[in-house]
């Protein structure tokens, strides 16, 4: 983000499809999995639990589910950081027939919260298909700089 709101792509041809398809008509995201906890480090085994359960469930393979689980955890721990006490981070994670989509944001203290050359943002970028960060400028109600990350994994090809 390095203050600039600039996105990131890893690869453009994504997102999981979802919201495309409803919008003309076809099948939406087959689940969609929404939680909201503090913005504190010891929450993150929890966000790692449940995208990994629900990830599993939904018959992903065991390396699409790491790299789900480990970019999840390089995502929220960089933005728990940049969060002041008090903080909620929302996290969202949809899927369907081609893929998981995850949605990380929070309001942060800092607009670096994930910087554009950060080692957990190269992580992130290698473990999934797409990503996006966006830092919207300070909002003076908020107390902070809105941010989020969005980030998408493909099944695996045998999957299909």
Known sequence: MGG???E???????????????????????????VRVPAV???????????ETVLLTADFTLDVVTDVRVALD?????????ADPGRELECE??????????RVSLVSRTEDALEDDSFGRHIVAAL??????????????????????????QRDVDEF
């Open 4 to 6: 600039n709101g600039a």
């Open 41 to 51: 480090v010891s929450q993150l085994a929890m966000l790692r639990a449940v995208a």
């Open 8 to 34: 990131h792509d890893s690869t453009a041809e994504f997102p999981a499809g979802g919201s495309e398809d409803a919008e003309e008509g076809g099948p939406a995201y087959l689940g969609e999995f929404r």
């Open 74 to 82: 390089e995502v929220a721990t960089a933005l728990m950081l940049a």
């Open 128 to 153: 999934t298909d797409w990503m996006e960060a966006s830092c919207e400028p300070y909002d003076e109600g908020l107390g902070g700089y809105p941010v989020t990350v969005r980030f998408g994994r």
């Open 93 to 102: 994670l949809r899927y369907d027939a081609r893929g998981a989509e995850v």
